[in-house]
């Protein structure tokens, strides 16, 4: 009976650590379920806290987030500071720790530029009140690079519960150089939680590094994800502004077939309306962007993508996978579009495609 009840024992045990074992491990190699209601289930057991990931977190990474410093802006004068820009100033260059700020509701009209070496930087707004952050630079004061509201060159930054906002006017097809950048991205290894992003022409400079896009917001007319970035978009709205005759979601730079750099939308919804939009052009000779288990409407163009340089049609890598929506018919597109198999798309539909199991972390409890 002793012994009955010995191997009960043991077996309990065993289950339990099989069982913590299967919570807390992080695997980049899981794939993005297929069913959308699966997904944050899916985030949760492969995305851990920081107490189940040590072991595979980069050791500046687990050293960083194992000592937490919140820092409070609030307009009306209540935190640490009043303006964002005042708070990040406040963070040294070389900063080793992870650094939140947290950022009280309202207007912060501010255009904010965190440096090279200010790593581990969050900002954290309130999800019930989520602050906005709002510039108008364009491309002819600054440049298109230059003209985001937000410009991030530091690593492993994350933004949560956050509105980003470039106000200058819709291009009119008179202004010289209207583009205008809400975000510019160029640190490896961001994320972006629940975030929004507002303007026009160039909206989101996804410009290089491995980044990471859950529950997002992002709108445009042109060009409005753009750069050579390796982005994961996960379960994110992707909004074509009625009102031009021709758009394009994408426009991504990759240069050569080696690098591993591309556009991923997986679970994401393309809205708008009118038939206007190309899910992406061939901006540099070897663009890749691909589409999976997305929601495509009639906002997208029967051609489906857009390459103005035929001599590039075998270089270029536009593909989809398994989308629905009246945007998703493929019987009309594009000749060089890719329309993946399962063995196609096994790369592109992990975290493993950006890495994460070195780095990428769930949004904080603030």
């Not at 919140?70 to 406040?90: C, E, P, Y």
């Not at 994320?191 to 022409?201: D, E, V």
């Not at 290089?208 to 379960?235: A, I, M, P, R, W």
Request: with cysteine; glycine share 8%.
């Amino acid at each position: 009976m002793s012994q009955k009840l010995s191997n009960i024992a043991i077996e309990m045990v065993l289950v339990t650590i099989l069982l913590f074992v299967s919570i807390t491990h992080s695997d980049d190699n899981v794939p993005i379920p297929a069913d959308k209601s699966q997904l944050n289930s899916w985030f949760d057991s492969n995305v851990g806290q920081l107490s189940a990931r040590k072991a595979s977190l980069l050791p500046d990474v687990a050293s960083a987030e194992a000592n937490v410093k919140v820092i409070k802006v609030r307009a009306d004068g209540s935190g640490d500071f009043k303006t964002i820009n005042d708070a990040v100033k406040s963070i040294s260059i070389g900063n080793k720790n992870r650094v939140i700020v947290s950022i009280g509701p309202g207007n912060y009209t501010e255009k904010i530029k965190i440096e090279r070496y200010k790593d581990f930087i969050t900002f954290y707004g309130d999800p019930n009140n989520m602050p906005t952050v709002v510039y108008g630079d364009t491309a002819a004061k600054t440049g298109t690079m230059d003209s985001a509201t937000l410009i991030v060159e530091s690593d492993y930054f994350s933004a949560v519960n956050l509105k980003i906002k470039n106000s200058a006017p819709r291009p009119d097809g008179k202004t010289k150089d209207p583009m205008a950048a809400a975000l510019r991205i160029s640190g490896e290894f961001a994320s972006f939680y629940n975030c929004k992003f507002y303007g026009f022409q160039d909206t989101l400079c996804d410009d290089k590094g491995k980044h990471f896009f859950k529950d997002c917001y992002v709108e445009g007319t042109v060009d409005f994800v753009f750069g050579s970035g390796q982005s994961l978009y996960l379960n994110s709205e992707i909004h074509v502004i009625p009102g031009d005759r021709m758009t394009f979601i994408t426009a991504h730079a990759r240069t050569k077939a080696e690098e591993p750099n591309g556009y991923v939308f997986s679970h994401c919804t393309v809205t708008g309306s009118g038939g206007t939009a190309y899910l992406g052009r061939a901006w540099f000779n070897h663009s890749r962007v691909v589409f999976v288990n997305s929601d495509l409407s009639d906002v997208v163009r029967p051609e489906g993508w857009f390459n103005g340089d035929p001599r590039h049609d075998k270089n270029i890598y536009f593909g989809e996978y398994n989308n629905k929506g009246a945007g998703s018919n493929l019987a009309k597109r594009a000749a060089f579009t890719k329309k993946l198999s399962d063995a196609d798309v096994k790369p592109f539909i992990s975290l493993a495609y950006i890495q994460a199991s070195k780095w990428l972390l769930p949004p904080p409890k603030v």
